[in-house]
């Protein structure tokens, strides 16, 4: 099991800045891939990034590249969402999700085994 808690979010103006934090327990290792993705209102969850454990690669949603940085702390046990340059279309429900099963499609929000609860994060224009 792997609980998994974020933090962060925020109303904010366009072109600010936030941190999201998801801080992970429950597992003695941290061998898993950590995504984050974002839910908009009557919208699917959309992919935003993932950091692997393997090389702690990063991949990014085109539409976040050059904004948004993902990274990870394994002595805190910690994962951040570092995003610049704040967009109204940018308003969402972030999500921090865990993947197991590193093989899976980190593209997939249903190849994840683990999620927050969610950080909203308004940004008004």
């Known amino acids: 099991q792997v609980q998994l808690i974020e933090s962060g979010g925020g109303m904010v103006q366009a072109g600010d800045s936030l941190r999201l934090s998801c801080a992970t327990s429950?597992?003695?290792?941290?061998?898993?891939?950590m995504g984050w993705f974002r839910q908009s209102p009557g919208k699917e969850r959309e992919f935003v990034c993932v950091?692997?454990?393997?090389?702690?690669?990063?991949y990014y949603a085109d539409s976040v590249k050059g904004r948004f940085t993902i990274s990870r702390d394994d002595t805190k046990n910690t994962v951040y969402l570092q995003i610049n340059s704040l967009k109204p279309d940018g308003t969402a429900v972030y999500y921090c999700?865990?993947?197991?099963?590193?093989?899976?499609?980190?593209?997939?929000?249903?190849?994840?085994?683990?999620w927050g609860q969610g950080t909203q994060v308004t940004v008004s224009s």
């Open positions: 999700a865990a993947q197991i099963n590193l093989r899976r499609n980190y593209l997939q929000k249903d190849d994840y085994d683990y």
């Open positions: 429950g597992r003695t290792s941290n061998d898993y891939n």
């Open positions: 950091i692997k454990f393997l090389g702690s690669r990063t």
